[in-house]
């Protein structure tokens, strides 16, 4: 019996690490902190969103790290490109339990929209068992200048109701 051959993957000795793909650099409009003035859908509550965002494994991801207020909601996302698909993708979590993964195919036109599911919870609860929906969102990003992005936000619902928001970013 002959012994196989160890054809596992391993990560290289030395050298370099694989370099960042460069449509990652397409999101470097996100790096840094910023304060956003959130605009609710009618009928909601104005909010203050703080936003810092760095880099992450070599480059290849970028991570965001939220507070909004009132509310107290703490949450991450994290960006990256995906090579098999040629799409950008956002993975997103928060303190509250909510968490959606969303998918771009690029800017268009000025625009880096993002779609995808996602599970919102509606009032945090210890125990680990709350009510929420499930919804689709879309946030739709356009550069405003240097330091100075907004986030266009659509929530639609099972029914097929929308709703629409916005965050107004500048870089401190």
């Not at 965002?53 to 965001?64: C, E, I, Q």
Request: hydrophobic share 30%.
């Amino acid at each position: 019996m002959s012994a196989e051959p160890d054809t596992g993957a391993r990560p290289p000795r030395g050298g370099d690490p694989l370099p960042a793909p460069p449509q990652i650099r397409a999101l470097d409009f996100l790096l840094g902190s910023y304060t956003c003035d959130y605009t609710p859908p009618p009928g909601g509550r104005p909010a203050v969103l703080k936003l810092a965002t760095k880099r992450a494994m070599d480059g290849h991801y970028l991570y965001t790290d939220a507070t909004l207020e009132p509310g107290n909601v703490v949450g991450r996302s994290t960006f990256g490109w995906n090579p098999v698909d040629g799409t950008f993708i956002n993975q997103y979590h928060d303190n509250w339990g909510s968490s959606g993964s969303y998918t771009s195919s690029g800017w268009q036109d000025g625009h880096l929209v993002f779609r995808g599911p996602l599970t919102q919870v509606i009032t945090p609860n210890a125990t680990g068992r709350t009510s929420g929906v499930k919804l689709n969102l879309l946030d739709n990003y356009q550069v405003l200048g240097r330091g100075h992005f907004k986030n266009a936000t659509s929530f639609t619902f099972p029914d097929g109701s929308t709703l629409q928001g916005s965050y107004d970013c500048h870089r401190q």
